[in-house]
């Protein structure tokens, strides 16, 4: 019998956001979607938040942050710097995320904080056929299994709302931070979010129009429109999800919305 792989989910709460492991996507990122923390950013700052007071490698993090890919230091001292505006630090300062010279980089433990080790660490199997018994063992059922799912496809989009807080909170009021809209399209598995019911609903239809053309058949694409921002969670139809963050510029065009949140669902699904 194939050995099954485990993932060990480890959520860590950094300043203003919480960062959920192991619901990182590992697809590239498109050079004309605006999109501002990638997949590959992700993955370094929770390698650094897993080894928090401790210097990491160059090596170590090009190796968990591109995995199974051969890029070049430039790619990861773009991808700190990209970290350190999320974090509102910079190279001058290095205030929460110190160079160490030719050796490589140390995030400060202070502003790290493993949490809910008891509710969110999770042993899952993700290997051959014969492992599926043992999984549905695990969750009960296939109904628990996608209750599980959703309750990550909600813990995805407060997520990426406190990190698109930590990016903009010069910018929005905290009364807007705390008044998040509620479902302004539902239709099968697509859902928006947002207190624009007319934008609402050409999102979701676009996207509706969209999977029906293509025959895709995803569990789950939840979209929450806000101002300046809009985030998406996806579940694909193997149960595998990914969330992103595109930031809008002002004035950006309805059309143009529901334009990058038809390409993103079909980097994600194609």
């Known amino acids: 019998m194939t050995e099954a792989k485990k993932k060990i989910t480890r959520t860590f709460h950094i300043l203003d956001f919480v960062l959920v492991g192991n619901t990182l996507s590992e697809n590239d990122l498109r050079a004309n979607q605006d999109l501002r923390m990638g997949t590959h950013d992700l993955l370094t700052l929770y390698e650094l938040c897993c080894h928090a007071g401790e210097v990491v490698s160059k090596e170590a993090l ?7 890919k051969i890029v070049s230091d430039s790619s990861l001292t773009q991808s700190i710097r990209n970290i350190r505006t999320l974090l509102g630090d910079n ?3 290095q205030r929460w995320l110190k160079t160490v010279s030719k050796v490589g980089y140390m995030l400060d433990s202070s502003i790290v904080k493993e949490v809910g080790k008891d509710d969110f660490s999770l042993e899952v199997n993700v290997s051959s056929p014969k492992s599926l018994n043992h999984r ?6 296939s109904k628990q299994l996608s209750k599980f799912k959703i309750a990550i ?10 990190v698109s807080y930590n990016i903009y909170h010069h910018f929005i009021s905290p009364s807007q931070l705390t008044e998040y809209p509620k479902v302004g399209y539902s239709k099968g598995v697509t859902e928006v979010y947002s207190d624009r019911h007319y934008a609402a609903a050409m999102i979701g239809e676009g996207v509706s129009d969209w999977l029906d053309q293509q025959k895709i058949h995803p569990e789950k694409v939840a979209i929450l429109l806000l101002k300046k921002n809009l985030s998406l969670a996806i579940i694909d139809d193997k149960g595998n999800i990914t969330n992103q963050l595109i930031l809008l510029d002002d004035g950006v065009e309805l059309s143009r919305i529901t334009q ?8 994600v699904l194609r």
């Open 62 to 68: 090009i190796e968990k942050g591109w995995p199974g």
């Open 91 to 93: 190279g001058k300062d």
């Open 136 to 141: 549905h063992a695990f969750f009960g059922n």
């Open 153 to 162: 496809l909600i813990i995805l989009l407060a997520t990426t709302i406190n």
């Open 260 to 267: 990058l949140v038809i390409s993103e669902v079909d980097n």
